[in-house]
């Protein structure tokens, strides 16, 4: 029996890729961005999950649902979903947003990401486009929702992404 090629698990791909991030200094703690991925349900299961612990920011969360077109090497998505998001103060107005929350987190979290699947040999961004959407100020407002209050980001690309091994990424 011949051994085939096995389909390729893109959210394994992103991980590999997200893991090369630079840590991110937020009130003088370095974090690490945690990544993770779903629909609505699993992102408030995500949130309980964490019972009172603090919730690991920057998040960035692959947006599900997803198409996906495989090939026998690589794999093409039209319309990738991300949101970039950071826990935030419901009373600021949206101008200090930009000075707290997006310019010194967001926006360098996102060029890193750039930078990142630009170096890297795994994944090819479609005409190198990144569609970019401002969330200052978000939550839910139902009350079942566990969701902090975010500013966010949310980024949408097409990409293909590759059956290779990942080289080494320095920033």
Not at 4 to 26: M, W
Not at 55 to 70: A, F, R
Not at 75 to 97: C, G, P, Q, Y
Not at 135 to 146: A, G, I, M
Request: aromatic share 14%; proline share 5%; hydrophobic share 40%.
């Amino acid at each position: 029996m011949a051994i085939t090629k096995s389909t390729i698990i893109v959210e394994d791909k992103l991980k590999s890729l997200f893991d090369y991030l630079p840590l991110f200094a937020i009130n003088s703690f370095s974090y690490k961005p945690i990544f993770m991925y779903g629909d609505e349900i699993e992102l408030n299961q995500f949130f309980k999950s964490k019972n009172n612990e603090d919730i690991p920011y920057p998040l960035i969360w692959l947006v599900y649902p997803y198409v996906e077109q495989h090939n026998y090497s690589r794999v093409k998505i039209d319309k990738l979903d991300f949101v970039l998001a950071i826990n935030t103060n419901a009373a600021m107005l949206n101008d200090e947003r930009i000075e707290v929350s997006y310019k010194p987190l967001l926006i360098p979290l996102l060029d890193n990401i750039r930078e990142l699947f630009r170096k890297a040999n795994i994944i090819i961004v479609k005409d190198n486009s990144y569609i970019i959407t401002k969330f200052p100020n978000y939550s839910d407002s139902d009350k079942n929702k566990v969701v902090d209050r975010w500013d966010a980001l949310k980024v949408s690309l097409g990409c293909t992404i590759y059956d290779d091994i990942l080289k080494p990424i320095v920033y």
